[in-house]
């Protein structure tokens, strides 16, 4: 500061320097960092919410439990089965010696394609009480309840009856694929068994894979 | 005229963007440095992760990791597991490990964990929590599973007795809920073992964690 001051030369003319000089701040560089910052927060922020896919699995039974449980029944069914590297085969009705295996794929004319064939009537039913809600009144609870006491119903009520099962090399990406699936074909009743695949089943993709 | 220079009072912006960056400092929190790395399989649902979960992950060669989002909880599971396993930690090491984010290691090995710094322990080759399959009640993920699902529970219970007692409103949905996140290429049957020792510990309801998928139009 003393140097300054010598420097300055005459002490009249540093006082109106001095006065001359203002006390802006170049604010420039702080924008640009609280903006930076504000960008990173904002994308990591934001972008990191992952969603979920509710699964509820059944409780553990007792082995006398599960020697008096009857196989479900798949009359009027389809059972789907999924394999290693990605291959998804499906089969309608019972299992037996008839059963036709056929190929498809998790694209949107494969398996998507199948179940919303098969579930027809219930979609058409369901798109019905989405138009009648659309019609109603947001306050009007009590149509709201008694139409979704219908879905409800409906989906009770529905014939369509899907199977899933994997062997050893279906990965988790292949079920959660074909969770979500059923989700948006809507379909009602779904089951993932347990035990997975039937000796006759694997026996039928061997053959499938090998013709 | 090459001295009128047009000046900006950026004051008033500045203000504005640090607002912003405190108010998106405060609200976010940073994601736990994870040991291993997992791709999620993606899906179309618009389910939120609940606030409070037991998260499970598993990775693709099915080593198994757990984690608790709740610090005071998952001190108190940590203390039954020490009981369980009759490991001795000091009060210091349970408090590292309320903070150590997911852990995959048998009881046994946790203490030397913690000890490590935390850069180093990114490094730790972990075996994931050891379970069985034929001998599930013994494994130390079931036990896991077991003491976190009763101290969820009373979490719970004690949450919705303070609320009522105060006339607050409570959440029912903010309760500890088990969350499973898993590589797409792990093998189903393995995610189903185990998912079957927490079937065994009578944990029913999880919530499989998928990345964001757009859903089709008809």
């Known amino acids: 500061m003393a140097e300054i001051q010598s420097n300055g030369g005459g002490g009249g003319g540093g006082k109106k320097r001095a006065k001359k000089q203002s006390t802006r701040v170049d604010m420039t560089p702080l924008v640009d960092l609280a903006f930076l910052l504000l960008t990173f927060f904002v994308l990591t922020s934001t972008f990191s919410q992952p969603k979920v896919l509710r699964m509820i699995f059944p409780e553990k039974l007792d082995e006398k439990d599960l020697k008096n449980m009857k196989q479900p029944e798949v009359k009027d069914g389809i059972t789907i089965l999924l394999t290693g590297n990605d291959k998804v085969y499906w089969y309608r009705g019972a299992l037996n010696d008839k059963a036709v295996l056929e190929e498809t794929d998790y694209t949107k004319n494969g398996l998507r394609k199948i179940l919303v064939e098969n579930n027809l009537t219930l979609l058409t039913q369901l798109r019905d009480f989405e138009k009648q809600l659309n019609k109603i009144d947001d306050k009007d609870t009590a149509k709201r309840n008694a139409i979704d006491a219908k879905v409800k119903q409906a989906q009770r009520d529905s014939k369509l009856v899907v199977l899933l099962k994997n062997d050893d090399k279906a990965s988790y990406r292949n079920v959660i694929d074909v969770m979500d699936e059923f989700m948006i074909c809507q379909i009602a009743k779904y089951f993932a068994v347990d035990e997975g695949m039937a000796p006759l089943e694997k026996k039928l993709i061997d053959l499938k894979t090998k013709s | ?218």
């Open chain 2, 1 to 218: 005229m090459p001295r009128s220079t047009p000046s900006l009072d950026m004051t008033p912006m500045v203000d504005l963007a640090f607002l912003l960056v405190t108010f998106f400092m405060l609200t976010s929190s940073f994601r736990a440095p994870e040991p291993v790395f997992v791709d999620p399989p993606s899906s179309t649902t618009e389910m939120q992760i609940p606030k409070q979960v037991f998260l499970v992950t598993v990775d693709a060669d099915g080593r198994v990791f757990i984690d608790l989002t709740n610090p005071a909880v998952k001190e108190l599971v940590l203390k039954d597991m020490m009981r369980d396993f009759k490991v001795q930690m000091s009060a210091e090491e349970v408090k590292k490990f309320a903070g150590a984010g997911p852990i995959g290691l048998k009881m046994e090995a946790i203490p030397a964990y913690l000890e490590l710094e935390v850069n180093a322990r990114i490094k730790v080759q972990q075996s994931g929590v050891p379970y069985d399959t034929l001998n599930i009640k013994k494994s130390q993920l079931y036990h896991w599973a077991y003491n976190s699902r009763l101290r969820a529970h009373d979490d719970f219970k004690y949450r919705e007795a303070e609320a009522t007692k105060r006339g607050l409103p409570f959440d029912k949905e903010n309760y500890i809920q088990f969350a499973v996140k898993a590589d797409g290429n792990t093998k189903y049957n393995v995610l189903k073992n185990v998912i079957q020792v927490f079937r065994e510990a009578k944990v029913k309801n999880f919530q499989m964690i998928t990345g964001l998928e757009a859903k089709p139009k008809d």
